[in-house]
């Protein structure tokens, strides 16, 4: 019984630290993209974090990048490995801490453009989209599409394949995230 309670609570708190990973980096993503905090969903998320936030509030940001929301990620990826009972030393859990909250970031981006591409099949117009949830998508999605389209021709006919784009670099990236970080855990182990 005593077991069970004890999984019970590791449970929650794993729940708790994927709930802060996926807040945090929607704010890494929404503060680099300049989304609008008129959004309900921008100003929920703001609500969330600052408590967390004003703690490291001496953490300066790196241009639009915030650098105290990435720490947060990353403590919480540390804190689930320790959650979990991983028996590593501490320089292979902050290595695999930092390329989770990497991948944090890839992933929550992927969802986007999967959303992003769903959803074009049924709201016709952004601009008279009335969603917050798909506001946010176009403000997170726009400038990289409109960086890759300006780069790319990406239509064919009434045919857009800057989304399909977008996540074929996002895959090469993280494939190459994933190699160098690899080949750093291979000279450390």
Not at 78 to 105: E, H, P, Q, R, V
Not at 145 to 152: Q, S, T, Y
């Amino acid at each position: 019984m005593a077991n069970s309670f004890s999984e019970l609570g590791f449970r929650a708190a794993d729940i708790i630290l994927s709930f802060l990973v996926l807040i945090f980096t929607l704010r890494i993503l929404l503060a680099l993209c300049n989304a609008s905090a008129y959004n309900p969903i921008t100003q929920t998320i703001i609500k969330i974090t600052r408590p967390i936030k004003s703690i490291l509030f001496f953490i300066p940001n790196l241009g639009k990048f915030e650098i105290s929301s990435f720490i947060v990620i990353c403590l919480c990826h540390i804190s689930s490995y320790y959650i979990n009972g991983t028996k590593a030393g501490i320089d292979i859990i902050l290595i695999y801490s930092l390329k989770s909250t990497i991948f944090s970031i890839f992933n929550a981006l992927t969802i986007i453009f999967i959303i992003l591409a769903i959803s074009s099949w049924f709201v016709q117009s952004p601009v008279s989209n009335r969603n917050p949830v798909l506001d946010i998508i176009y403000q997170i999605s726009n400038p990289i599409l409109f960086f890759i389209r300006r780069f790319i021709p990406t239509t064919v006919g009434v045919i857009d394949f800057s989304v399909i784009i977008a996540l074929i670099i996002i895959y090469f990236i993280s494939s190459l995230v994933n190699i160098f970080i690899q080949s750093l855990l291979n000279i450390l182990i």
